[in-house]
């Protein structure tokens, strides 16, 4: 069991090294970066991108990753990251997150 966990940290850790590195990346870069990880990975990537536009942690680098990355989602993903979205528009309680939602839904929708 704590070996378990121990992975899971380990994994957590690299996905959130990963996720800093795409924020710093180039538009090219990063989609190569994400088309090599497995859907699993690339739903936990998502997972944490959302979860950082609702804290507002890294919101910015949040924002940016979503929006390159939103176009080369599968369609169940995709759905499931603008219902998301469109929560986050209604009751986020900062404004920022809510404006945030707004660009990345405006860019999925056109």
């Not at 380990?10 to 970066?33: A, F, H, P, Q, T």
């Not at 942690?57 to 990251?81: F, P």
Request: glycine letters at 2%; aromatic letters at 4%.
């Amino acid at each position: 069991m704590e070996n378990v966990i121990r992975q899971r940290a380990i994994v957590d850790l690299e996905e959130d090294r990963l996720i800093e590195e795409m924020g710093k990346s180039k538009k090219r870069d990063v989609l190569v970066i994400f088309r090599v990880l497995d859907i699993e990975q690339q739903n936990r990537i998502v997972l944490k991108l959302l979860k950082g536009l609702e804290t507002t942690t890294k919101l910015d680098v949040c924002e940016h990753i979503l929006l390159m990355v939103i176009s080369h989602l599968n369609i169940s993903l995709r759905d499931s990251v603008l219902q998301r979205l469109e929560s986050l528009r209604y009751t986020s309680k900062y404004d920022t997150t809510r404006r945030a939602a707004l660009r990345i839904i405006f860019e999925i929708t056109k």
